[in-house]
């Protein structure tokens, strides 16, 4: 019994066995696959001057240069090659139509096995990695070695030609950036020629002398307005003013000098009277003489002393004065009205050189500005022409430094598909996956009980007790007894 369950195991066995050996073999006889790889140096990220408008072969990273339709057709072509035998040529050596197709078609093919990244990257080098993959390592190897070859070859040989077109280029854009220069140079001086008032001290001296007449002009004209105020007010004042005056005084009243030599008169004639004549008072001429004296005595005492003269007239000083400074307010605004003439024509001839340095201002200052981005740009120029001239002297264009080989590639020993191992891997895991589910597919199919709780769960009724058959056990160890569950 023990002899016919382990028969009965073994057999269980078959289909992983069978399963395994399948997967092998499949893995077995699949086409193996091999990579070579060959590594290149790359310096030259910053030996060449970036030029606008040329193209720069070395301007992308060679890895995107390597796997360039090019490349690729020179190495197709190459005799030491395989590939140039296969395709189908005519009897003077061309290649048919046939040929090409094939040649195309091992075109796609090779360019869907190189594959160009970079390894390590530093800001002074780079190092790039070429791999090709193909059924024969050897045939890898030179693949990837002819990648690299034709590839330095191609490389040099444009940048070559790439250095005589940029210089080239350069000497052209130097020379039309001298003439420029020169034109604009010639424009410039002919429009400060045209217009002095364009140069910077000509144009300050103008504005200055604009300034300083405005500024005149204006004080000429408040000065006027305020002696024009000045003449109308005493203009008024002297419209207002007599052009005479009357003047009268107080004098000794004539009547008084009068009556008084009358009473002089009559002093005499008394005195003669008296003393001459020896006439006393009782005499009627004396009598009559003292009655004329006291008559002339009153009437000296009633006649005021001192009386209003005979009014004199005369002119107005007052008058006169303002009328002389009238005149002399005349004379100033003459004066003032003579410099605001002249000041005024000067202002006129300033406004027109300014106007008309105003007209070539914006020309002017537009030649200025294109001038000195001209001479930038020439001094830009100049300077990539000497980056490239020292490039080129130091050989890192067209010399080969900056693109160098590293590694050359080496058959491979080992294929990178199917990897190493994966047969057996595979195998096992086909084998393992093959008894796992044959297991499934008996306990899916076994309709007995395999314990007391299956039993009761699939009958639905109490289990009273169980007997194992020792012979059909499985099980080596001591016999189990089931017995009735307690109630």
Do not use: C
Not at 112 to 118: F, L, M
Not at 423 to 445: C, D, H, I, P
């Amino acid at each position: 019994m023990l002899r016919q369950v382990w028969i009965d195991r073994r057999r269980r066995l078959y289909p992983a066995a069978v399963a395994a050996l399948v997967v092998w073999s499949a893995v077995w006889l699949t086409p193996r696959s091999y990579e070579a790889t060959a590594s290149l140096r790359w310096s030259g990220k910053q030996s060449r001057p970036h030029v606008a408008g040329q193209a720069n072969l070395m301007g992308t990273a060679p890895q995107q240069e390597l796997t360039s339709r090019t490349v690729l057709e020179a190495v197709i072509d190459d005799a030491n090659l395989p590939f140039a035998a296969e395709f189908d040529r005519t009897p003077e050596g061309e290649l048919t139509q046939t040929g090409r197709t094939q040649r195309d078609r091992q075109l796609d093919d090779l360019a869907a096995s190189v594959h160009a990244r970079t390894v390590v990257s530093t800001e002074a080098a780079d190092v790039i990695a070429v791999s090709v993959r193909n059924r024969n390592s050897a045939t890898a190897a030179q693949l990837a070695n002819g990648l690299i070859d034709h590839y330095l070859v191609i490389a040099a040989r444009q940048q070559r030609q790439q250095s005589a077109e940029t210089e080239a280029f350069l000497n052209q854009q130097i020379q039309q950036q001298q003439d420029n220069l020169t034109a604009l140079s010639a424009r410039k001086a002919q429009l400060e020629q045209d217009n002095p008032a364009l140069r910077s001290g000509e144009a300050a001296v103008l504005r200055d002398s604009m300034m300083a007449a405005r500024a005149e002009l204006g004080g000429i004209d408040q000065q006027s307005t305020q002696l024009k105020q000045q003449h109308e007010a005493l203009g008024k004042w002297i419209s207002e003013q007599p052009e005479q005056l009357e003047q009268r005084t107080r004098g000794r009243n004539p009547q008084v000098a009068q009556l008084q030599n009358q009473l002089a008169q009559l002093d005499q004639q008394l005195n003669e009277h008296r003393y001459k004549w020896g006439r006393t008072d009782e005499h009627p001429l004396v009598q009559k003489t003292l009655q004329e004296r006291d008559a002339v005595q009153k009437k000296l005492k009633a006649t005021p002393l001192y009386i209003d003269l005979a009014a004199q007239r005369q002119d107005n000083p007052a008058r006169l004065e303002a009328q002389a400074k009238l005149e002399t307010l005349d004379a100033q605004l003459k004066a003032l009205t003579a410099r605001r003439d002249t000041l005024g024509k000067q202002v006129e001839k300033l406004d027109a050189q300014q106007l008309t340095a105003f007209a070539g201002r914006n020309e002017y200052d537009d030649v200025t500005r294109q001038l000195d981005d001209a001479q930038q740009q020439l001094d830009d120029w100049r300077q990539k022409q000497r980056e490239l001239m020292l490039a080129q002297s130091a050989g890192a264009i067209g010399g080969g430094a900056a693109l160098s080989v590293m590694d050359r590639a080496q058959p491979p020993r080992s294929p990178v598909f199917p990897p190493p191992g994966a047969g057996w891997l595979l195998a096992l895991l086909a084998a393992a996956m093959t008894v796992t589910a044959g297991a499934l597919s008996r306990r899916k199919s076994d309709v007995g009980f395999h314990d007391l709780d299956d039993a009761e769960q699939e009958l639905a009724m109490p289990v009273l007790g169980a007997l194992v058959d020792a012979n059909d056990s499985d099980d080596q160890g001591p016999q189990q007894t089931w017995w009735p569950k307690a109630a």
